[in-house]
């Protein structure tokens, strides 16, 4: 076992399992994952990236598996269908990486096509040699994020897992749901409870965590080593520490924007709450950006949209967004939006 990754735990008891945020193409750069893990999250992990780009050097690859010194630990995730790329690239990538994590979870055609990400389920023993020839090329742990299986015919995760397992990958995160499913339905909780009953590296809960209550409900249902959060952390990824208090793992006190907060915290309605917090965290996201990628407009939108959906008139960020401005007067724009519940009196 490496420093980071702890052996399979026993029982779960209420005691403090680690929170992963998901990759997440889009979404997960290294700003917003410097982000997470200041807000509660134990891990982060890259969005997953093209092993064969990799491998032919492609600038726009390398950029995406950006990371800076704070981030402890790195781990690139990586996708593709050919095994000798996918080792080529684990091990280029490995020098600066502290654990490598491959992709056999995602549906996106552009990427099925190529049999990689969950494609790769249909070929189980491709997926296997893949992962055992990837393990001997580097010295770095090696972790593997799945579906159930691909939906046509019986799921086949469990299988693989025991597999995987054998050729000495070391942790496993199983997303509830087939590759035919995508995002529909609900996870399938009890399908990753008997993956984690039947071996013996530890198991990643992954599907429709959301907040406290469903984090317990998915550790006492799964037993799980630890548990992945994808989207319920666009645009909030204070979740991790709210989820956190909500568990009685961690203090109210102790979430950064409370901790930063200058006034009474509780003297604030529920709405002003909400805004000081995506405040807090957007203002936070562009010291990060700033000192690492830079004020990548583009990822500004993205992030913006989702640091103040559901928020009242946050309509009037997509205004602020179609007039020509640099990334620093956009990122302001979105940083006094979030502060108007002041004057707004709400
Ligand atoms: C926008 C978006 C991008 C994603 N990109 C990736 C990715 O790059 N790699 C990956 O393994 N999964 C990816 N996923 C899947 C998530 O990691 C996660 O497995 C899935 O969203 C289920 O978790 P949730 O119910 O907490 O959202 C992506 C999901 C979303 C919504």
Known sequence: ??????????????????????????????PFRLLAKECGADFTITEFTNSTA???EAARSWSRMETCEEEDPFIPQIFGGVAEDMARAAEMLSSNADIIDLNFGCPAP???????????????????????????????????????????????????????ENVGVQR?????????????????????????QAVEVPVIANGDIVDGASASAC???????????????????SIFGEM???????????????????????????????????RWCWDRYIELAAETTGLNLKNLRG????????????KKIRSIM?????????????????????????
């Open 110 to 164: 552009k990427v099925t096509k190529i049999c990689a990400g969950a494609a790769l389920m249909a070929e189980p023993e491709s997926l296997v040699d893949m992962c055992a020839q990837i393990v001997d090329r580097i010295d770095i742990p090696v972790t593997a994020k799945m579906r159930l299986g691909t939906g046509k015919g019986e799921n086949n995760a469990l299988e693989i897992c025991k597999e995987l």
């Open 244 to 278: 956190k208090v909500e568990l009685g793992w961690m203090d109210t006190n102790q979430l950064p924007w409370i901790e930063h907060f200058e006034g009474n915290w509780n003297s604030l309605s529920e709405v002003g709450q909400q805004f000081e917090t995506r």
């Open 303 to 314: 992030h913006a949209v989702s640091f103040t959906r559901g928020l009242p008139s946050a």
């Open 54 to 56: 990799l491998t032919r």
């Open 1 to 30: 076992m490496s420093q980071y990754i702890s052996a399979k735990p026993g029982e779960w008891d209420g005691e403090e399992r680690p929170l992963f945020l998901a990759p997440m193409a889009g979404v997960t750069d290294l």
């Open 322 to 346: 179609h007039g020509k401005v640099s990334g620093e007067e956009f990122a302001q724009a979105t940083s006094d939006f979030l502060s108007s519940y002041k004057e707004l009196k709400l």
């Open 172 to 196: 496993l995160c199983i997303h509830g749901r087939t590759l035919k499913q995508r995002y529909s339905g609900e996870a399938d909780w009890d399908y990753i409870a008997n993956a984690v």
């Open 219 to 237: 550790l006492l249902q799964t037993q799980a080593a630890g548990l992945m959060v994808g989207r319920g952390a666009i645009g909030r990824p």
